[in-house]
Structures are given as structure tokens and as C-alpha cells.
């Protein structure tokens, strides 16, 4: 570029700098920024840091500034038959250590769980803005949309302790046929009676696996309102081909009928006797995977999170072999650093795939230190501790 042509194109770039300063006096909206994005820690697959400073510890080395912790029994961080006195002292514990409580995970089912009302209180009172909960089933042989409807004054009972408390519960769905939630709609349906400011849904990406990817971009748009949380988790259906691949109809058998009905679904390399052999229906298995290397789309995910507005948090759960950390063991069998490593790497998988998507993800910089360079961890939705705004995705 010449100096004539150098000098041409700043003249532009003056000109089209005026007309924006114009435009932004005359009140013309200005570009929409990036969503904001940061993942919390699922403190239950960090059990084995038992103390609030080996924890800490433990999620800084993951770069991250915040941790959704584990109330319950043996095990969990914070004894739930002590949760009035234990939940601050040790929410007090990580914040001296630099990490922030958005989020709590409590054993309760409703409303009327023994420890509900002091679990939500002590939590609230703590600065915690959301929790989650589990646990509705239906009993198996009665009307489907009769027990349905029967949830919805629990669910509402609980909304109200909800508002009480002013924090967000929000209910984590199940794979299985006799939990609530597993088929997605059911959940909405019953949420889709309170209030969505304090009650939702925290969505598991494995547990409501979809194969057909367009499906999640369904559930997303239509409980919009309702998606509370994510839990982004990965798992992959595959088809467990035995060894016996003819079933019935094996050449080499001559009499193909003689056993019972055998297991065709891999294991044992099967019975090459089975009735039915390899055509018994649905011989694939569900399995776990790390973040990335299943069958969730993350670019997909975000780009539809950020198409409905959300701005709750978001969190990895490990439920695959992980020297005991996927079943919130207070001792693992892998060394500290290997774990941690594999925990840091969906953390940095699940960043790449929203990055990808349009959030605004500082990935050279661990959370945590961007948190504190501009005064602290994000805030979660106003509890009674005094914290305002709704999550770190604002």
C-alpha cells in the first residue's frame, strides 16, 4: 500500500468513526456484547479434597473461581444433618481461599423432606443463589399424566420456599423410566406451573442425551424460561455386537434353538444357543464419556444457549471412570494430578466448544483470575447473603 492509498483509507475510517459517534447520539443501539461464559466446579467429584482449603486448592488448580458444593451424607462436603452451621463455616472456608459458592447440591426431593427449609435457608443466608434437587419418581403400573399432575402441588410447595428464600432451585433430571424428567417434558410440565425467577431446571446433557441433535435445540426453545442451569455431561449409545453375530441362524450350529433365551447384548460374547440370538431388540449400551468424545455437540449447545438468553451455571459432572471421583469417593485411586488433569481438560474442551459458539471466553486466563481482576467471583442470583445478578453467563 502506497502512501496515497495509506492516506485513502484513513480518511474512511475517520469518516465512518464520525458517523458511529453520530449514530451512538442519536441513540442508536449499539452492538449487542458477548455473552459471558464461566464453568463452576461439581465439588461431589472432588470429595476427596476434604477440607475447605484442600478444595480451594483444588479448584484453582483448574482455573476455575467458583464451585456448585455437595450437601448430604457420608462423604459430602458439607454434612446435611449440620448444614445450618457447617454450610457457611465452610462457604467461608473457600471464599478465604478465593473461590465463590454459586450453587449447592441437596439430598432433598420436596418440599417436605426432612432438613428442606433449613438446607434453603442456611444456603440463602450463605450468599448462595441456586441449588439443585432430584429425586421424583413415578410408581410403575398407574396413570402417567395422573401422577404427573399429583407432582405439581409438590413442586409448587417447594417453588414458594423457593421465593421465601429468594433462591433458585433447580431440579436435576434422571435418566430411567421411572424418574421424573427423564423424557425432558414431563419436568417442564409440572415447572411450567411457578414461578421461573426461582425454580428451573438444571439440564444434563447425558441423562437427555438426544442422537438426533436437533431435539436438544427443541427442549432448549420451548423451556427457554425454565433452563435454569446445564450440566454438561457426555455419554455415547453404541451397538455391543457379540461374538455369535448369526444368532438363530448361525451355519455352524446345528441346533440353534436348544438354549433358552440367552444375553445377545455383549456380554459373555453372548450364547451362540439363544433364542433370538443377535435379533433381540436393542442391543446397544449407554456409556459415560469424557466432554467432547461423546455424542453432544458443544458448538451446538452454545450457540443455542446464547439464542435463548441463558445465564445460569454451568458445571462438567464426571460419570466416567476417574479412580472413584465419578462416584464422589473421599479417596481416589489415581494420583491428585492425573485427575485434576482430566478434570482441567474438559474444562478447557467445554471453553473451546462455547468459544466456538460466540461467548466471550478468555481461554489464555484462568477464570478465576479474570474474576479477580474485576473485583471478584460473578455473582449469583440475590440471595439473603446480599449477592445480586442471576450467574457468570450475563
Same mark, same amino acid.
Given at each position: 500500500m502506497d502512501r496515497r492509498e495509506l492516506l485513502q483509507w484513513s480518511a474512511m475510517a475517520v469518516a465512518a468513526a464520525s458517523l458511529a459517534d453520530k449514530a451512538f447520539a442519536q441513540g442508536a443501539p449499539a452492538p449487542a456484547p458477548a455473552a459471558k461464559f464461566s464453568l463452576d466446579a461439581y465439588?461431589?467429584?472432588?470429595? !476427596?479434597?476434604?477440607? &475447605?482449603?484442600?478444595?480451594?486448592?483444588?479448584?484453582?488448580?483448574?482455573?476455575?473461581? #467458583?464451585?456448585?458444593?455437595?450437601? %448430604? %451424607?457420608? %462423604?459430602?462436603?458439607?454434612?446435611?444433618?449440620?448444614?445450618?452451621?457447617?454450610? &457457611?463455616?465452610?462457604?467461608?472456608?473457600? @471464599?478465604?481461599g478465593g473461590i465463590a459458592v454459586r450453587c449447592v447440591t441437596l439430598p432433598i426431593v420436596d418440599a417436605d423432606s426432612p432438613g428442606a427449609e433449613a438446607?434453603?435457608?442456611?444456603?440463602?443466608?450463605?450468599? +448462595?443463589? $441456586? $441449588? *439443585? !434437587? #432430584?429425586?421424583?419418581?413415578?410408581?410403575?403400573? @398407574?396413570? /402417567?399424566?395422573?401422577? +404427573?399432575?399429583? /407432582? @405439581?402441588?409438590?413442586?409448587?410447595?417447594?417453588?414458594?420456599?423457593?421465593?421465601?428464600?429468594? +433462591? @433458585?432451585?433447580?431440579y436435576h433430571p434422571v435418566a430411567g423410566v421411572t424418574n421424573v424428567g427423564s423424557s425432558f417434558f414431563d419436568i417442564l410440565e409440572v415447572?411450567?406451573?411457578?414461578?421461573?425467577?426461582?425454580?428451573?431446571?438444571? $439440564?444434563? *446433557?447425558? #441423562? =437427555?442425551?438426544? &442422537?438426533?441433535?436437533?431435539?436438544?435445540? #427443541?427442549?432448549?426453545?420451548?423451556?427457554a424460561p425454565y433452563i435454569g442451569g446445564m450440566a454438561l455431561n457426555d455419554a455415547a449409545i453404541s451397538l455391543d455386537i457379540p461374538v455369535y453375530e448369526y444368532g438363530p441362524f448361525d451355519p455352524g450350529k446345528a441346533n440353534a434353538n436348544a438354549g433358552p433365551a440367552g444375553d445377545n447384548t455383549?456380554?459373555?460374547?453372548?450364547?451362540?444357543?439363544?433364542?433370538?440370538?443377535? %435379533?433381540?431388540?436393542? &442391543? $446397544?449400551?449407554?456409556?459415560?464419556?469424557?466432554?467432547? *468424545?461423546?455424542?453432544?455437540?458443544?458448538?451446538? +449447545?452454545?450457540?443455542?444457549l446464547k439464542e435463548i438468553g441463558f445465564n445460569g451455571p454451568i458445571e462438567t459432572q464426571v460419570n466416567w471412570p476417574l479412580g472413584g471421583a465419578e462416584n464422589g469417593a473421599d479417596k481416589i485411586s489415581l494420583p491428585r494430578q492425573s485427575v485434576l488433569?482430566? =478434570?482441567?481438560?474438559?474444562?478447557?474442551?467445554?471453553?473451546?466448544?462455547?468459544?466456538?459458539?460466540? !461467548?466471550?471466553?478468555?481461554?489464555?486466563?484462568?477464570?478465576?483470575?479474570?474474576?479477580?481482576?474485576?473485583?471478584?467471583?460473578?455473582?449469583?442470583?440475590a440471595g439473603r447473603g446480599g449477592r445480586g445478578g442471576r450467574g457468570a453467563a450475563q
Open positions: 465439588s461431589r467429584n472432588l470429595q !476427596w479434597c476434604r477440607t &475447605p482449603q484442600d478444595l480451594a486448592k483444588a479448584v484453582v488448580d483448574l482455573g476455575l473461581g #467458583s464451585t456448585d458444593l455437595s450437601v %448430604g %451424607g457420608a %462423604g459430602a462436603h458439607v454434612d446435611f444433618a449440620q448444614v445450618k452451621t457447617a454450610l &457457611p463455616a465452610f462457604v467461608n472456608g473457600l @471464599k478465604a438446607a434453603l435457608d442456611a444456603a440463602a443466608s450463605s450468599g +448462595i443463589g $441456586y $441449588y *439443585t !434437587w #432430584s429425586g421424583l419418581t413415578y410408581e410403575p403400573g @398407574k396413570d /402417567l399424566q395422573g401422577q +404427573i399432575n399429583a /407432582l @405439581k402441588p409438590r413442586v409448587q410447595k417447594l417453588a414458594k420456599l423457593n421465593e421465601k428464600y429468594k +433462591i @433458585k432451585g433447580l415447572l411450567q406451573t411457578v414461578n421461573p425467577q426461582f425454580t428451573g431446571i438444571q $439440564y444434563d *446433557t447425558a #441423562s =437427555l442425551l438426544q &442422537p438426533v441433535r436437533e431435539v436438544f435445540v #427443541s427442549h432448549m426453545r420451548l423451556g455383549g456380554n459373555a460374547d453372548g450364547d451362540p444357543l439363544a433364542f433370538g440370538g443377535g %435379533g433381540r431388540p436393542l &442391543p $446397544y449400551k449407554y456409556r459415560p464419556m469424557r466432554v467432547g *468424545t461423546g455424542m453432544i455437540d458443544l458448538i451446538q +449447545i452454545g450457540r443455542t488433569g482430566q =478434570l482441567k481438560r474438559d474444562r478447557l474442551t467445554v471453553e473451546h466448544g462455547f468459544f466456538a459458539a460466540g !461467548w466471550n471466553i478468555d481461554i489464555a486466563r484462568p477464570a478465576f483470575l479474570v474474576a479477580r481482576d474485576r473485583g471478584g467471583a460473578a455473582a449469583a442470583p
